[in-house]
Protein backbone atom coordinates (compact mmCIF):
# COMPACT_ATOMS: atom_id res chain seq x y z
CA UNK A 1 0.00 0.00 0.00
CA UNK A 2 1.29 3.71 -0.66
CA UNK A 3 1.08 6.09 1.72
CA UNK A 4 0.35 9.55 0.79
CA UNK A 5 2.11 12.60 1.65
CA UNK A 6 -0.59 15.00 2.88
CA UNK A 7 1.70 17.91 3.22
CA UNK A 8 2.35 17.79 -0.67
CA UNK A 9 -1.53 18.45 -0.81
CA UNK A 10 -2.58 21.88 -1.62
CA UNK A 11 -4.08 23.47 1.16
CA UNK A 12 -7.59 24.15 -0.82
CA UNK A 13 -7.55 20.89 -2.21
CA UNK A 14 -7.17 18.92 1.14
CA UNK A 15 -9.80 20.87 2.97
CA UNK A 16 -12.05 19.93 0.05
CA UNK A 17 -11.12 16.73 0.22
CA UNK A 18 -12.21 16.91 4.32
CA UNK A 19 -15.25 18.87 3.56
CA UNK A 20 -16.53 16.07 1.09
CA UNK A 21 -15.73 13.65 3.10
CA UNK A 22 -17.17 14.77 6.40
CA UNK A 23 -20.62 16.32 3.85
CA UNK A 24 -20.63 12.34 2.37
CA UNK A 25 -20.18 10.92 5.79
CA UNK A 26 -23.19 13.78 7.02
CA UNK A 27 -25.45 12.89 3.72
CA UNK A 28 -24.72 8.75 4.03
CA UNK A 29 -26.45 9.03 7.68
CA UNK A 30 -29.90 9.30 6.01
CA UNK A 31 -30.17 13.21 6.39
CA UNK A 32 -32.40 14.77 3.70
CA UNK A 33 -29.64 17.14 2.12
CA UNK A 34 -31.04 18.34 -1.02
CA UNK A 35 -27.76 19.90 -2.22
CA UNK A 36 -24.19 18.00 -2.90
CA UNK A 37 -20.65 19.47 -2.63
CA UNK A 38 -20.52 20.88 -5.74
CA UNK A 39 -23.50 23.58 -4.66
CA UNK A 40 -21.78 24.69 -1.50
CA UNK A 41 -19.28 27.99 -1.44
CA UNK A 42 -17.12 28.41 0.67
CA UNK A 43 -16.55 31.34 3.23
CA UNK A 44 -13.05 32.26 1.80
CA UNK A 45 -13.94 31.86 -1.66
CA UNK A 46 -17.33 34.09 -1.31
CA UNK A 47 -15.27 36.97 0.40
CA UNK A 48 -13.03 36.97 -2.05
CA UNK A 49 -15.76 37.31 -5.15
CA UNK A 50 -17.41 40.18 -2.86
CA UNK A 51 -13.74 42.33 -2.26
CA UNK A 52 -12.70 42.02 -5.75
CA UNK A 53 -14.53 44.96 -8.04
CA UNK A 54 -13.98 43.37 -10.86
CA UNK A 55 -15.85 40.35 -10.04
CA UNK A 56 -19.38 39.37 -10.99
CA UNK A 57 -21.42 39.43 -7.91
CA UNK A 58 -23.57 36.70 -6.97
CA UNK A 59 -27.48 37.46 -5.35
CA UNK A 60 -26.57 36.70 -1.45
CA UNK A 61 -29.66 35.83 0.23
CA UNK A 62 -29.48 35.85 4.32
CA UNK A 63 -32.65 33.22 5.65
CA UNK A 64 -31.47 33.59 9.37
CA UNK A 65 -31.39 35.99 12.31
CA UNK A 66 -28.47 37.08 11.64
CA UNK A 67 -26.33 40.11 10.28
CA UNK A 68 -26.27 40.76 7.19
CA UNK A 69 -23.25 40.22 4.38
CA UNK A 70 -21.88 42.77 2.08
CA UNK A 71 -24.92 42.96 -0.34
CA UNK A 72 -26.70 40.25 1.31
CA UNK A 73 -30.72 40.92 1.05
CA UNK A 74 -32.86 39.26 4.12
CA UNK A 75 -36.43 37.40 3.35
CA UNK A 76 -38.21 39.01 6.71
CA UNK A 77 -39.54 35.32 7.68
CA UNK A 78 -38.17 32.37 8.21
CA UNK A 79 -38.14 30.31 5.00
CA UNK A 80 -39.14 27.23 6.83
CA UNK A 81 -42.89 28.89 7.14
CA UNK A 82 -44.80 29.91 4.24
CA UNK A 83 -44.04 33.73 5.07
CA UNK A 84 -40.89 32.70 4.58
CA UNK A 85 -41.23 31.71 0.82
CA UNK A 86 -42.83 34.44 -0.30
CA UNK A 87 -40.61 36.43 0.84
CA UNK A 88 -37.30 34.38 -0.67
CA UNK A 89 -40.40 34.39 -3.82
CA UNK A 90 -40.26 38.15 -4.52
CA UNK A 91 -36.44 38.72 -3.86
CA UNK A 92 -36.09 35.88 -6.71
CA UNK A 93 -38.58 37.21 -8.74
CA UNK A 94 -36.34 40.51 -9.17
CA UNK A 95 -33.46 38.12 -10.67
CA UNK A 96 -32.91 36.20 -13.92
CA UNK A 97 -33.21 32.42 -13.49
CA UNK A 98 -29.29 32.21 -14.70
CA UNK A 99 -28.00 34.18 -11.96
CA UNK A 100 -25.99 32.89 -8.90
CA UNK A 101 -28.07 32.33 -6.04
CA UNK A 102 -26.25 32.19 -2.48
CA UNK A 103 -28.56 31.35 0.22
CA UNK A 104 -27.24 31.28 3.63
CA UNK A 105 -28.47 31.14 7.36
CA UNK A 106 -25.93 31.44 9.90
CA UNK A 107 -27.87 31.39 13.11
CA UNK A 108 -27.55 27.67 13.26
CA UNK A 109 -25.00 25.04 12.65
CA UNK A 110 -26.63 24.02 8.85
CA UNK A 111 -26.94 20.40 9.77
CA UNK A 112 -29.78 21.94 12.12
CA UNK A 113 -30.72 24.72 10.31
CA UNK A 114 -34.48 24.72 9.63
CA UNK A 115 -34.23 27.56 6.72
CA UNK A 116 -31.51 26.69 4.22
CA UNK A 117 -33.23 23.57 2.86
CA UNK A 118 -36.62 24.63 2.41
CA UNK A 119 -35.40 28.19 0.51
CA UNK A 120 -32.91 25.57 -1.62
CA UNK A 121 -35.45 23.32 -2.39
CA UNK A 122 -37.71 25.97 -3.53
CA UNK A 123 -35.24 27.96 -5.66
CA UNK A 124 -33.96 24.74 -7.59
CA UNK A 125 -38.10 24.34 -8.05
CA UNK A 126 -38.59 28.10 -9.43
CA UNK A 127 -35.72 27.24 -12.27
CA UNK A 128 -32.76 29.17 -10.12
CA UNK A 129 -30.55 25.99 -11.38
CA UNK A 130 -27.61 28.08 -10.10
CA UNK A 131 -28.45 28.22 -6.72
CA UNK A 132 -26.02 27.05 -4.02
CA UNK A 133 -25.65 27.11 -0.28
CA UNK A 134 -23.14 29.15 2.00
CA UNK A 135 -21.19 26.52 3.94
CA UNK A 136 -21.71 28.26 7.40
CA UNK A 137 -20.94 25.03 9.88
CA UNK A 138 -21.35 26.47 12.88
CA UNK A 139 -22.29 29.72 12.87
CA UNK A 140 -22.26 33.18 10.68
CA UNK A 141 -19.75 34.71 13.84
CA UNK A 142 -17.50 32.10 13.98
CA UNK A 143 -17.65 31.62 9.67
CA UNK A 144 -17.68 34.68 8.88
CA UNK A 145 -17.58 37.51 10.90
CA UNK A 146 -14.70 36.73 13.22
CA UNK A 147 -12.53 36.27 10.13
CA UNK A 148 -12.86 39.72 8.98
CA UNK A 149 -15.37 39.19 5.79
CA UNK A 150 -17.19 42.04 4.71
CA UNK A 151 -20.67 42.64 6.44
CA UNK A 152 -22.90 45.12 5.52
CA UNK A 153 -22.77 48.21 8.52
CA UNK A 154 -25.50 47.78 11.09
CA UNK A 155 -27.88 50.30 11.38
Same mark, same amino acid.
Given at each position: ?10 ? =? ?20 ? +? ?6 ? !??? /??? =? ?5 ? &? ?10 ? /??? =? ?6 ? &? ?7 ? /??? !? ?17 ? =? ?6 ? @?? &?? *???? *? &? ?15 ? /???? @??? +?? *? +???
Amino acid at each position: MQKINFMKIPA =KLLSTLIIASLFSIYAFKGNDI +PWDITQLV !YPA /DLA =KTLNDAS &AKKPVIICVGAV /DLI =KTAVKAEH &ATSTLAGIE /DLK !YILSKHGKDKEIIIYCGCC =KLKTCPNI @KP &AF *EYAI *E &AGFKNTKVLYIPTHLSD /DWID @KGY +PM *E +PVN
